[in-house]
């Protein structure tokens, strides 16, 4: 009976707290796993039976400023009142069932409770087919901001040790990210703050492919989630198409998780003599690994194809030093793993594409591109371009094309640091440039203008 007394008095409690409108204010932790913990604070309001759950306010004001943040509210590209989580729904008991809005992952289903004795909440983000994406612990707490101040000058000091070269650090790029960043580390509330924020910033540095992620530590080489692991073989990261009979398309979606397929459809590709022509869309292909690229590389290349150089910021360089650069060692890495490895002990290398033993292809290659193709992709369509080895329809390339690799810091934090410069063979430096296309059309027009080229091409024949 006093057990049943008991619950009647915490609902009782619990209910009129509804009624009343008292937000609870929880010291959260929001776990997408593989390592992922976001930490945040969580306020829960609750009237009229209907119940609010948001990320504190105004964090849009805090990560880039009040101007830009109206500006943005007006445009409606921030959210209402600057908070980056939100969710609604309908309170049952002490059960909470709503809709949750989160950056990245869209809308979501949220099932959550509160435990009144015990000053906790908890609950499950689940996707429309009701797998789950992500899960929140909370505790009551009268904290409202997380203290960064000896994060960020350990993320600054990462950065500076790491960087490819101790050049970019006396721009006024980098002078005004810096001040910046500090300042953000000193307003930040949450990981959600810390995390947009600094990447909000990195894009106006010139240089690429600085990052700031949230995750555990793990091995170095690809820093992929059990999570991704499951996505990556449920997923194809390579499709094959037969055009027509005599052309093959082959869509790489990206350079990470490809190597494995792509070392066993374009075998077969090759194997097929009908096939004289070959279409590639690397198309919001944003790059990837080192062994992906020598997959594709070893079927496609007919003599040796010199890539380019990596200096690192062991090496005193300026801008493209022909003389300098051949020094470096030249190196065909059997893994990612090998290749960052080779750049964080030495001066750099000279990356080659070395004709292969086995059979390759050696009708024509249409390569298609746009602004989404990345990183690995870029300097195999430079070379594919200015070797004349292919055709390269769409648009400009991304322009981000440097060698990254993954340093964990704090506990949780990991930046992503760009530890190698690049030049192509010629000494062009395509990080934040981009390559241009032979032919150049709309994204989604590229794969048609590929086919009536080559439709063109036969009927003229």
């Known amino acids: 009976m006093k057990f049943f007394v008991l619950n009647f008095v915490l609902l009782f409690l619990f209910n009129t707290s509804l009624a009343q409108n008292n937000p609870s204010h929880f010291k959260s932790d929001i776990d997408f796993g593989g390592g992922t913990v976001i930490s945040t604070f969580l306020d829960v309001h609750t009237a009229k039976n209907q119940f609010t759950i948001t990320s504190p306010k105004n964090a849009d004001v805090r990560m880039m400023g009040g101007f830009k943040a109206r500006l943005g509210r007006l445009a409606g590209k921030l959210p209402k009142k600057g908070t980056i989580i939100r969710i609604k729904g309908t309170p049952k008991s002490d059960s909470l069932f709503g809709e949750a809005s989160i950056p990245v992952f869209g809308k979501l289903s949220f099932k959550g409770t509160t435990d009144p004795l015990k000053g906790t909440l908890s609950g499950v983000f689940l996707k429309a087919d009701g797998t789950s994406v992500g899960t929140v612990q909370g505790v009551s707490s009268a904290e409202d901001k997380f203290n960064y101040s000896t994060l960020y000058p350990q993320l600054l000091k990462t950065i500076r040790d790491n960087i490819y070269s101790k050049n970019v650090l006396q721009t006024k790029e980098w002078k005004k990210f810096e001040k910046e960043f500090e300042s953000l580390g000193k307003r930040a509330h949450d990981d959600i703050e810390l995390f947009f924020g600094f990447n909000v910033l990195t894009p106006k540095l010139p240089f690429t492919h600085l ?141 080659i594409f070395r004709k292969p033993v086995n059979p390759v292809f050696t009708g024509k290659l249409y390569v298609l591109t746009n602004g989404g193709t990345g990183s690995t992709c870029e300097p195999i369509v430079y070379a594919l371009k200015n070797n004349k080895k292919a055709t390269i329809i769409g648009e400009r390339t991304a322009g981000a094309m440097l060698a990254a690799s993954p340093f964990f810091v704090e506990r949780k934090y990991m930046l992503l640091i760009p530890i190698a410069d690049f030049y192509t063979n010629d000494g062009v430096r395509l990080d934040k440039v981009g390559v241009s296309p032979d032919i150049e059309v709309k994204s989604e027009d590229a794969d048609e203008k590929a086919l009536e080229i080559i439709n063109n091409e036969v009927s003229v024949k």
């Open 211 to 351: 990052t700031l992620l949230i995750g555990e530590d793990q091995a170095e080489e690809e820093a992929i989630s059990p999570d991704d692991e499951k996505q990556v073989s449920t997923n194809k990261s390579v499709i094959f198409e037969e055009k027509n009979d005599s052309t093959a398309y082959l869509q790489i979606k990206n350079f990470s998780s490809s190597a494995e397929e792509l070392a066993a459809v374009l075998p077969g590709i090759v194997a097929n003599k009908a096939y004289k022509n070959l279409i590639i869309d690397l198309r919001n292909n944003g790059g990837g690994g080192i062994d992906a690229a020598f997959a594709l590389a070893k079927h496609i290349v007919t003599e040796d194809l010199e890539v380019g150089y990596f200096p690192t910021n062991k090496l005193p360089y300026i801008g493209y030093q022909s003389e300098l650069f051949r020094t470096l060692n030249e190196l065909q890495p059997k893994s990612t793993e090998e290749f960052g490895n080779e750049l964080k002990r030495t001066p750099g290398v000279k990356l």
